[in-house]
C-alpha cells in the first residue's frame, strides 16, 4: 500500500528545501492519512483517506 488518499488521490510529492543560504537539499511532503472504517455501498471496509476528504464529508466514518 502506498502513501495515497484512496478518495482524491493525494500522495506524497517531493521537492527541495532551501536555507537562508540558499543550499537546496532534497525533501518529501507527506499527506495527512488516516485509516477509517466507512460503509461503501452496503458492506463495511477500512480505507485510508485524508483528512481533507474527512472534512468535506465525501466519507462518513463508522463508529
Not at 37 to 45: A, L, P, R, S
Request: glycine letters at 6%.
Amino acid at each position: 500500500m502506498s502513501r495515497m488518499c484512496e478518495i482524491c488521490g493525494k500522495h506524497t510529492i517531493t521537492g527541495n528545501k532551501v536555507s537562508h543560504a540558499k543550499n537546496r537539499t532534497r525533501r518529501t511532503w507527506k499527506p495527512n492519512l488516516l485509516n477509517l472504517k466507512t460503509e461503501i455501498g452496503g458492506t463495511t471496509m477500512k480505507v485510508k483517506i485524508c483528512t481533507r476528504c474527512l472534512k468535506s464529508d465525501l466519507i462518513t466514518k463508522k463508529v
